[in-house]
């Protein structure tokens, strides 16, 4: 291939992607895909020839572009996926360009890792020393990351050394979550030994938020059966509702009883940029960890999230492993960041972080969540004023849980038009929204998440969910 070759694609793929989100907003947001369109993609047969640059963008454009998830679409509420931001999209052909393994060394990505980091760390307003923390593919590797520390450090202070040892011979040691918390939680405790048996599930108040006094009582009684209690799970902004833990009086207990304190702040963590809500995250910054998605809320292309932790040496004491191929002066103090996590070669996630928040500023990215926040609370309104629709939850951050009530339903009935409701907008092709269970009810969520995204598209969203309904209702 030809330099020039290369050039004209490369240009042909720039124009062929502005076309592609210019259209987005006039597009239905998802619809099912055709049998055909569904073949073409699974049944494709192994190229044995190579094609031109050329043909294959052709077959981008007519075989995968026309059928996308949605995510794009200001219209688009489901689960916590959001639109890319284009200085992110752009950055990506940039970092691919440059392929390298982010694992450590003194190259750009290596340094601009460490710098994204420290802005994301600033964004939320946790501490951040140097080295503690680094990008991962998504919360649920962060968890795994930040978990696997707590549980070291937890068996050290028992005298037990995990890594030579395994947890054989150690006494259970107990983590305390929500009904509410992220199944992820769940699958890095199976993965790292601890059993799901030993995750308590605290009893929540009706907004879904840990109830401090059962999480202190939980932490008593498996004292006093001889357990090891050393890990709290709480969430800035639970992917059910939207809800904020308070952190001041977990944290409190926390700190008397040793514990680990993590927080899950995937979907909700920047909510703190909004002056509005930023109350509801006081205390944050005493975590021990904290896991976040820049490739959710700040709109970096998949895949990309974020374990910080507190202390830098327990990160460190959990991973590093230097084999004499890798050893490598140029590292610096710090290391290498495969001594930091799971991954050894590493990708180039750090160009579109800094892509997406050095264009927006921190002031543009406050100035989208606050819209998102805002219209998640005029939702809300809309959602209380209407009598065919009931608000579940108060709206804390910018998920709307709410759920159709009409008359004559009884609570099973109520809870299969929910269930069947969203698939059933879903299929409509104007708006999309998921649903989900809180409480024992079956309901609705809608996440906001796209400063793009208009008041109009609100009316429009729930005007939808009630034309669904109808086609529903016997
Ligand atoms: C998305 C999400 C996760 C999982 O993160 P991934 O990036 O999908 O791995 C965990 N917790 C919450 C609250 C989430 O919204």
């Known amino acids: 291939m030809t330099t020039e070759d290369f050039r004209s694609a490369a240009r042909a793929t720039a124009d062929l992607v502005s076309d592609y989100l210019a259209e987005l907003p006039a597009r239905p947001v998802w619809q099912p895909m055709g049998d055909t369109a569904r073949k073409t993609l699974l049944d494709a047969p192994l190229p044995a020839e190579g094609r031109p640059l050329g043909e294959l963008l052709a077959a981008i454009e007519r075989d995968v572009l026309p059928h996308p998830m949605g995510n794009g679409s200001p219209r ?21 360009a440059m392929n390298p393994s982010s694992a450590g060394g003194d190259h750009a990505d290596i340094h601009l890792e460490r710098a994204v980091v420290r802005w994301i760390a600033e964004l939320v307003d946790f501490p951040h020393p140097p080295g503690g923390g680094l990008l991962t593919s998504g919360t649920s590797m962060a968890t795994i990351v930040c978990l696997a520390a707590a549980r070291n450090r937890a068996a050290r202070r028992a005298g037990h050394d995990v890594r030579e040892e395994g947890l054989a011979g150690l006494p259970p040691l107990i983590g305390y979550v929500t009904g509410e ?3 992820c939680v769940r699958k890095a ?4 030994g601890l059993g799901s048996r030993h995750l308590r599930t605290v009893a929540t108040g009706p907004d879904g938020r840990f109830d401090p ?23 800035a902004g639970t992917v059910g509702t939207g809800a904020v833990d308070e952190f001041g009086p977990i944290a409190d207990l926390c700190e008397e009883q040793g514990l680990w304190l993590h927080v899950d702040g995937a979907y909700g963590a920047f909510g703190r940029l909004d002056p509005a809500i930023a109350h509801r995250y006081a205390g944050l910054e005493r975590a021990d960890s904290l896991a976040l998605d820049p490739h959710k809320w700040l709109g970096v292309p998949v895949d990309c999230g974020c374990a910080l932790v507190r202390d830098t040496d327990e990160l460190r004491a959990t991973f590093s492993l230097v084999p004499s191929y890798l050893r490598d002066e140029a590292a610096g103090a710090l290391g290498w960041f495969s001594e930091y996590g799971t991954e050894q070669t590493r990708p180039f996630r750090a160009l579109k972080v800094w892509a997406t928040i050095a264009h927006r500023g921190r002031t543009g990215l406050a100035r989208d969540i606050a819209h998102c926040t805002a219209l998640a609370r005029r939702l809300g309104e809309l959602v209380e004023a209407d009598d065919e629709l009931e608000l579940l939850a108060e709206v804390q951050t910018s998920i709307v849980a709410f759920r159709h009530r009409t008359t004559g339903l009884d609570g099973t009935e109520l809870n299969a038009l929910n269930r069947d409701l969203p ?15 809180f409480g024992g009810q079956e309901m609705l969520r809608a996440c906001l998440l796209n400063a793009a ?6 009316h429009l969203l729930l005007a939808e969910v009630k034309a669904a309904a109808r086609t529903l209702l016997p």
Do not use: I, K, M
């Open 453 to 458: 995204t208009t008041e109009e598209d609100l």
């Open 423 to 437: 698939v059933a907008v879903q299929r409509r092709g104007r708006v999309f929204v998921t649903g989900a269970r």
């Open 213 to 235: 006094v059962e999480l202190g009582a939980a932490v008593e009684r498996d004292r006093a059966a001889g357990l090891l209690p050393f890990l709290v799970v709480a969430s």
């Open 181 to 183: 918390t992220h199944s």
């Open 189 to 192: 405790a199976e993965l790292l």
């Open 76 to 96: 688009f509420f489901g689960w916590v996926n959001s639109a890319p931001a284009p200085a992110g999209v752009l950055a990506t052909l940039a970092a691919a």
